[in-house]
């Protein structure tokens, strides 16, 4: 079991920056498919950003495709989710997560994933 605690988030004008941070601890961080979440008020969770076990491939939704990059540093077990550009419409809570299945570039995003963490929350202002 992989446990998981997000870190990050804040209140930013439109325009400016977050780093998100999702430590790792209980098994290799290599060993998972790693997700971004975001679920804003009154709409449903959606998948936000992947990446994938060994060969490292990543995944983004068309929404923040441009704008957000996922990165992980297998030292020190943590996966990043930089946000530029960010726009009110990205408020929501952010949540990162982890899958034991094996993925495709083209079901990276729609994989089961299997353990989650708290959530962050993350507010941009215009």
């Known amino acids: 079991q992989v446990q998981l605690v997000e870190s990050g988030g804040g209140s930013v004008q439109a325009g400016g920056s977050l780093r998100l941070s999702c430590a790792a601890s209980?098994?290799?961080?290599?060993?998972?498919?790693m997700g971004w979440f975001r679920q804003a008020p009154g709409k449903e969770r959606e998948a936000v950003a992947a990446l994938n076990k060994s060969n490292g491939r990543t995944a983004y939704a068309d929404s923040v495709k441009g704008r957000f990059t996922i990165s992980r540093d297998n030292a020190k077990g943590t996966v990043y989710l930089q946000m530029d550009s960010l726009k009110p419409e990205d408020t929501a809570v952010y949540y990162c997560?982890?899958?034991?299945?094996?993925?495709?570039?083209?079901?990276?995003?729609?994989?089961?994933?299997?353990?989650w963490g708290q959530g962050t929350q993350v507010t941009v202002s215009s």
């Open positions: 209980g098994r290799i961080l290599s060993s998972y498919v």
């Open positions: 997560a982890a899958s034991t299945y094996w993925a495709t570039l083209s079901s990276l995003l729609s994989l089961k994933y299997d353990y």
